[in-house]
């Protein structure tokens, strides 16, 4: 699938957000649409699109007993989303068509929203984009743990459609749970690779890149030498990173737009940017990454620039901006400027890099 770094369409002042096109079509039909401007997420699975870019769609409504069946997802930077979960045909890049796949549609009106989602985004220039794919590396949004707990905090069932219907929490099968649209590829569904170009100090206003589908199934999915796969937790798909002589739980996340990170000691940006970090001149860091048992390792380089120096140009694509996030790190699109990221998905092998879930990379 061809991907690009996307100029601000949906949202004033969102850099680093890299965008992919899906094509939806309602069940059965050759009613489709193809959605534009869908933020490419590597730290959620499940395809989320929001209610308004499906106009003109119906989709199947997947229910639970005879109740429609709701999804509410809370995100590391306080965001959220709330929506049904229905039935749509989803077409990635020139793969076969997946039949009934259970999506998000985001709609904030839906039924009564759970605490944790009652301040959902509510359409596409709100949020910035116009639905999320979730290409992360498990087979669904949730998994197992939904399926025996209903105080799960994701999944609700709703005594209607309508603002005010009543939801609560319920279990939910894997089947009918969002799924993570390259698990369910008849072949190329082991994983994904994310392949951007190196961006210039200082940024670019753009840039081009692909999602490749599958790893090690095709001849341009090959995996490159070199490349070294650190497994991941395989509850929370997360690995580990030193900085300083400090341990982190940390992941990999094409939908952070930079990188996150404690840090006490480099100043933060002042004024509206404040959570940003802005040093008097650019800064080299490093840190050492690991599989969630300790091996592999490597050591990645990174650069932290000014925030503000940097956005006061009119580029959208920075490999060096970063924020104080104390308790993990998150290697956020920085992370992929000329650097191939390969991600395993739970439970399947690709050859050379063992089985999912784990990242691949070259570390330098």
Known sequence: MNGSLCS?????????????????????????????????????SGLRIFKQALSGLTLTQVTIGSNPLADCVQYGDGSSVWGPVQEADVTLGGEPT??????????????????????????????????????????QDCGTACTSIATNGMYYTCTGSTSGSTCSGTTVPVLNQVQQPVSLLGSDNNGVIVQLPPVPPGGSSSVDGYLVLGIGTQPNNAVSSGVVAYPADPTYGEFLT??????????????SNGLFFPS???PSCTGVNSVWLC?????????????????????????????????????????DVGANQPGGFDWGLPFHFGRNVYIGIEGKTAPGLGTGPYWGYWAY
């Open 8 to 44: 601000p369409a949906t949202s004033v002042g969102y850099i680093n957000k890299p965008c992919v096109e899906v094509t939806v079509c309602e069940p059965g039909t050759a009613t489709c649409q193809t959605i534009t401007d869908i933020l490419l997420d590597s730290g959620d």
């Open 98 to 139: 997946v039949h009934n796949m259970p999506i998000h549609v985001l709609d904030s009106t839906f039924g009564t929203a759970p605490s944790g989602c009652r301040n959902a985004s509510q359409n596409p220039l709100d949020a910035g984009f116009n639905g999320i794919l979730g290409i992360g590396s498990f087979a």
């Open 242 to 255: 030193n900085v300083g002589g400090t341990e982190y739980y940390s992941f990999i996340d094409t939908g």
């Open 264 to 266: 006490t000691s480099i």
């Open 279 to 319: 040093p008097g001149s650019t800064m080299t860091l490093a840190g050492t990454t690991m599989g969630y048992s300790g091996s592999p390792s490597g050591v990645v380089s990174f650069q932290i620039g000014n925030f503000n120096s940097l956005i006061a140009s009119s580029n959208n694509v920075f490999p």
